[in-house]
């Protein structure tokens, strides 16, 4: 079975926004548009990261022999990204467009963003698996001046996108360690919006899966209200 984040490399379709005008695009799909999977429009561009097997991430043969992280151009939109690990994609991000959201899970958390507080009021957010960033961007864009926090297990993946896709916001930090051995250190109502984003071969890892994990991010953000709401938790699961 495929789980939402990985159906580009299952043979699925997964439907593409078409660009919106103006700084930053709404996190809205037209219903009836229907695209080939992304990786099918991808340029040959490959910028890997320590693992890589070559400059353009290819073995040999021609075949893609890269494990771990590495970053594929989108052929379609000039300032476009696919992150890959192990040769699956993960994370997409348009630097020129970062209201513009590819995969169709982080579109629906982007809605459940969008809901979280009256449009453009900056939120506390905490990203746990930060993948090529791109909600932490959509956020910058969409809620400028939010302070945000994104906490990702895998150094190699952290040092490739400061790298190659800086994030270039001040406001944003990034912190490699484990998402609940990060999560548990932070203090009561800390944040506003916490999204668990965290897979290990194909998997939600067990340890983020667990009661003990749902009430420490429910710790995170009680009593983080904004009129008379709490805090957001929304997560991606397989």
Do not use: K
């Not at 151009?73 to 476009?80: K, L, M, Q, T």
């Not at 109502?189 to 998997?203: E, P, T, W």
């Amino acid at each position: 079975d495929c789980s939402t984040a990985m159906r580009t490399s299952c043979g699925a379709d997964v439907p593409s926004q078409r660009r919106t005008r103006g700084p930053v695009s709404p996190n809205r799909f037209p219903a009836c548009a229907r695209e080939s999977p992304i990786i099918a429009g991808m340029g040959r561009r490959r910028q890997t990261g320590p693992a890589g097997h070559g400059p353009d991430g290819m073995s040999a043969d021609g075949v893609s022999g890269v494990l771990g992280p590495e970053l594929l151009r989108d052929a379609d939109r000039r300032g476009a990204w696919m992150l890959l690990i192990d040769g699956v994609p993960q994370s997409h991000v348009d630097l020129d467009d970062p209201g513009y959201l590819d995969f169709e899970y982080v579109r629906r958390i982007g809605h459940v963003i969008d809901e979280a507080a009256p449009a453009g009021q900056p939120l506390r957010v905490l990203h746990l698996g930060a993948g090529a960033l791109t909600l932490a961007r959509y956020v910058a864009s969409t809620r400028p001046g939010s302070p945000q926090l994104a906490v990702e297990v895998d150094a190699a993946l952290v040092d490739l996108i400061r790298l190659r896709l800086p994030p270039r916001n001040p406001r944003l930090r990034v912190r490699v360690g484990d998402a609940r051995a990060e999560l548990e250190r932070l203090r009561p109502g800390s944040f506003d919006v916490v999204i668990a984003d965290v897979f290990a071969g194909g998997r939600t890892p067990a340890h983020l899966t667990s009661a003990e994990f749902w009430a420490a991010a429910q710790r995170v953000v009680h009593g983080t209200s904004r009129g008379s709401r709490d805090g957001v938790v929304a997560a991606n699961v397989a």
